[in-house]
């Protein structure tokens, strides 16, 4: 019997949302536009910075794409500012020693390998999945099937741990 677990990346092992929303800021003040630190933390937890991007294009009649490269270019200079949860490598380095194969399914982007290099971990995946890899966003199952199915993974046997209500409808809708 294989076990799995898919992680999520931010607010799941890497503590991040600090640098996310900094980068926000930081993108949304280049505009000229003053968002509140909390309204920014509070948006990208509940729905995801690209729903935030696409908020702020809207209702400041500004070009998503804009807004979406400039964030991209800010919070990929920050990387290295991003740590991990606390424990995150120890919890991974257990898991793998009882046997569990580890994944990752995440919206973060082109910074996901520099970031997991960064901090040491990209070995304890066999796959990674980012935004650029052609999948669905969450909560649509794509990513997490397309494993499932590419690996043989068990349903029974197979987890997702994620921080934000969207994780949990992911894995549910993947039936995991």
């Given at each position: 019997?294989?076990?799995?677990v898919i992680w999520d990346l931010d607010g799941t092992?890497?503590?991040?949302?600090?640098?996310?929303?900094?980068?926000?800021?930081?993108?949304?003040?280049?505009?000229?536009?003053?968002?509140?630190?909390?309204?920014?933390?509070?948006?990208?937890?509940?729905?995801?910075?690209?729903?935030?991007?696409?908020?702020?294009?809207?209702?400041?009649?500004?070009?998503?794409?804009?807004?979406?490269?400039?964030?991209?270019?800010?919070?990929?200079?920050?990387?290295?500012?991003?740590?991990?949860?606390?424990?995150?490598?120890?919890?991974?380095?257990?898991?793998?020693?009882?046997?569990?194969?580890?994944?990752?399914?995440?919206?973060?982007?082109?910074?996901?390998?520099?970031?997991?290099?960064?901090?040491?971990?990209?070995?304890?995946?066999?796959?990674?999945?980012?935004?650029?890899?052609?999948?669905?966003?969450?909560?649509?199952?794509?990513?997490?099937?397309?494993?499932?199915?590419?690996?043989?993974?068990?349903?029974?046997?197979?987890?997702?741990?994620?921080?934000?209500?969207?994780?949990?409808?992911?894995?549910?809708?993947?039936?995991?």
């Open positions: 019997m294989r076990k799995a092992l890497l503590d991040s949302y600090h640098v996310i929303v900094e980068s926000l800021q930081l993108t949304m003040e280049e505009q000229g536009i003053a968002i509140a630190y909390d309204e920014i933390w509070q948006h990208t937890i509940i729905h995801s910075v690209s729903s935030f991007l696409k908020q702020m294009a809207e209702d400041f009649k500004l070009p998503v794409e804009l807004l979406k490269q400039r964030y991209s270019w800010i919070s990929g200079e920050k990387y290295r500012d991003i740590i991990c949860m606390e424990n995150a490598a120890e919890v991974l380095q257990r898991l793998r020693a009882k046997g569990v194969e580890h994944y990752v399914f995440t919206h973060r982007g082109k910074t996901t390998l520099p970031v997991l290099n960064h901090l040491g971990l990209t070995d304890f995946f066999r796959v990674i999945l980012t935004s650029q890899s052609g999948f669905a966003r969450k909560p649509a199952p794509d990513a997490i099937t397309y494993l499932m199915d590419k690996y043989r993974l068990e349903r029974e046997h197979t987890y997702y741990v994620g921080d934000r209500s969207l994780d949990m409808q992911c894995a549910k809708n993947a039936g995991i």
